[in-house]
């Protein structure tokens, strides 16, 4: 028996979420030299979850790395929407708190 499903592997890890940019991105240079641009974006929508209606709300770190980086985002000042597609990393802070992270590897911006 095959089981067919559109769903992606079971080891993907990609994500697309729109919102806005919550506050100026900035911008530090790795040991490396590669650009890293960090910036949280706010998100809300509405959805429908076992026929009741639900919002979704919250806020998300987003980490661009290299070039991407440095293009638009770099003069964004907040509040600009945009759409994010890439993946997600957990990271702990010194603090031994951990939080999901979305590394970015392509930005839409909508007008």
Known sequence: MTITSSLPSKHAN???????????PQTRYSPAGIAITRFLLAHESAHQEAGYPRQAHGQMLVVVAGELG???????????????????????????QSRWVLHAQHIEWYT
């Open 70 to 96: 440095l293009g638009p985002l770099r003069h964004a000042k907040g509040g600009e929407t945009v759409g994010i597609e890439g993946f997600l990393n957990q990271v702990r802070s010194a603090q031994g």
């Open 14 to 24: 990609r994500v697309v979420l729109g919102g806005i940019i919550a506050k100026p």
